[in-house]
């Protein structure tokens, strides 16, 4: 069986792969001192050249591994970073994506859906997490990372999020330590220290 064909954005930098995407999601921390900075953590990153294939900025959305939780109302946390045409989502409608994710309980705890808390506070590890996929089904972006974005889930949940994640479309870029993230991706990018990587596709078993 032929190796499934690599993404573009994945062509070309091979170990570079983390600071490349971090300094292109960073428009506003100049070049020069970004590379410098990588410069500085010694064998992580050395000296190379590429070529980066990106959508555009706004059609990328990062999930680290405990989503940002502003002040406001439960549907505020679904809704950020909210999109000119998420506002107009009826409650019912955000009812129904919390209950894909997993957040039934929640939206059954809190009926009214613009009651305010300290989020942060009140939601579980677990529950933080499944309310970051929760953004990422509404937002559809076409470039998803994720920084051990599951880490707080057991494996069943991760693997219901992640395949409600496949199949919207977007591609897909995990950091984690899991085995269980391969069954979702087709390409690994190993960091083996002292400078040392490694790019392979990822077989399905057999």
Do not use: K
Not at 91 to 102: A, I, P, S, T, W
Not at 107 to 112: G, L, V
Not at 126 to 153: H, K, M, N, T, Y
């Amino acid at each position: 069986m032929s190796n499934p064909p690599m993404p573009p954005f994945l062509q070309s930098f091979g170990r570079d792969l983390l600071a490349l995407v971090a300094g292109f999601l960073l428009p506003r921390i100049r070049r020069r001192a970004w590379w410098h900075a990588c410069g500085q953590l010694r064998g992580l990153v050395p000296a190379a050249g590429g070529r980066l294939q990106l959508p555009p900025l706004e059609r990328i959305l990062v999930l680290p591994q405990q989503p940002f939780l502003p002040l406001g109302s439960l549907r505020d946390q679904i809704l950020f970073p909210a999109a000119a045409d998420a506002s107009a989502l009826g409650d019912g409608e955000l009812r129904h994506l919390m209950e894909q994710v997993g957040l039934a309980a929640l939206a059954e705890r809190y009926p009214d859906l613009g009651q305010e808390e300290d989020w942060s506070r009140v939601l579980s590890g677990g529950e933080q997490q499944r309310l970051g996929f929760a953004r990422l089904l509404l937002r559809r972006p076409a470039l998803v990372i994720l920084d051990e974005a599951s880490g707080a889930l057991d494996l069943p949940a991760e693997e219901a999020l992640y395949g409600l994640l496949v199949a919207a479309g977007p591609t897909v870029v995990s950091v984690g330590h899991r085995p269980s993230l391969r069954a979702f991706h087709h390409w690994e990018l190993a960091l083996e220290g002292e400078g040392g990587w490694r790019l392979a596709p990822i077989m399905a078993p057999a």
